[in-house]
């Protein structure tokens, strides 16, 4: 199987960029945009945008915490729902998260017919991802773990079809290293991520994309769909056009290689 290849960027990213950045994304065949929702930062907003600027491009978000953001407060109009998968994560302050997320999952499904994915680290919250939801969002893994996880996931829904989905921070230029560099500290730093690596026996570097034979790795693995993160020195439009045509000119020497077309799967 390869999985589908996909292009994320950060939720701060200013709509006119998004706005301009979503039709190059379309046109060069990638399967979907997912933008993160952070602190300064409306995935929805930038969603919203791209679903103007273009036809056919899917969209999701990657993730929203509902402890920052409840149902209740996410506006979803003008948002296409047949274009739409709606990623949601606990957030960082939630007593019981499996059951925050449930709870949140099951008022979401009364609101919105578009596809709910899980944003989920352990293996309750990505039990509760096979039982209850559309899809997992995964991060932060190798494709030897990502496959691992896939097969769990699998297991776990037993009857139910449900799209596993892995976030992976990516460079296509030297000149992010330092960025990509920065965010792998961060990560470590976090003491529930720190003590995933331990458990997996690899480090947050080696989670990574550099180059087109590891991109090629994790598209063959065992997962549905890959987000390319788009890691650039400062995310500027032209940085992100360079990681997108980067990006894709990997995926086309893949394509000729394997006569895998890229895109959905």
Do not use: C, H
């Amino acid at each position: 199987m390869s999985a589908a290849a996909s292009i994320g960027i950060i939720g701060t990213t200013p709509l006119e960029v998004v706005r301009a950045l979503a039709p190059r994304i379309e046109r060069l065949g990638f399967a979907r945009l997912w933008i993160n929702d952070v602190p300064g930062g409306d995935s929805l907003a930038g969603l919203r945008v791209a679903a103007e600027a273009t036809s056919t491009l899917r969209l999701a978000t990657g993730v929203i915490p509902l402890d920052r953001r409840p149902v209740d407060s996410l506006d979803l109009d003008g948002l296409p729902v047949d274009r739409l998968a709606l990623g949601i994560g606990s957030g960082g302050v939630a007593t019981r998260p499996v059951d925050f997320v449930g709870e949140g999952l099951a008022r979401l499904r009364a609101v919105t017919d578009a596809p709910i994915v899980v944003g989920a680290l352990g293996p309750r919250m990505r039990r509760l991802a096979a039982e209850q939801a559309d899809g997992v969002l995964l991060n932060w893994l190798t494709p030897a773990a990502g496959a691992v996880t896939a097969d769990e996931l699998r297991r776990d829904a037993g009857e139910r079809s449900v799209r596993s989905t892995l976030y992976v921070r990516t460079i296509v230029d030297e000149s992010a290293r330092s960025v990509l560099d920065r965010e792998i500290v961060r990560y470590e730093s976090v003491p529930a991520y720190a003590a995933n690596f331990e458990r997996l026996g690899f480090r947050a570097a080696d989670a990574t994309i550099a180059d087109a034979s590891t991109l090629a790795e994790y598209l063959d693995g065992d997962l549905d769909e890959i987000v390319l993160r788009a890691m650039t020195p400062s995310n500027s439009i032209t940085e992100l056009e360079e990681f997108v045509d980067g990006a894709a000119r990997w995926l086309a020497l893949k394509s000729r290689a394997a006569g895998d077309p890229i895109g959905t799967n």
